[in-house]
């Protein structure tokens, strides 16, 4: 995987590792990257939540 070294949006040096441009703040590739797996995460845990309040809620009404 290549390193990004020029912004998208307008072109600039970018730092090495950065996740914004200097020049413009534009997000770089690998700080979208980022972002997405960031997302996915929480959608998990959210789904891992939810799984677990059903699983209680489903237990309580079968020992009623
Ligand atoms: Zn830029």
């Known amino acids: 995987m290549q390193v990004q070294v ?3 949006w307008c072109g600039g040096e970018l730092v090495p590792g ?3 441009c200097e020049l413009c703040g534009a997000r770089t590739r690998k700080a979208r990257r980022l972002v ?3 997302v996915r995460v929480e959608l998990l845990f ?5 799984a ?3 699983g209680f809620t489903w237990i309580y ?3 009623k």
Do not use: H
């Open 46 to 50: 959210l789904l891992l939540v939810v």
């Open 6 to 8: 020029a912004c998208d």
């Open 61 to 63: 009404s079968v020992q």
């Open 52 to 54: 677990v309040v059903v």
């Open 18 to 20: 950065a996740a914004y």
């Open 36 to 38: 997405r797996l960031a």
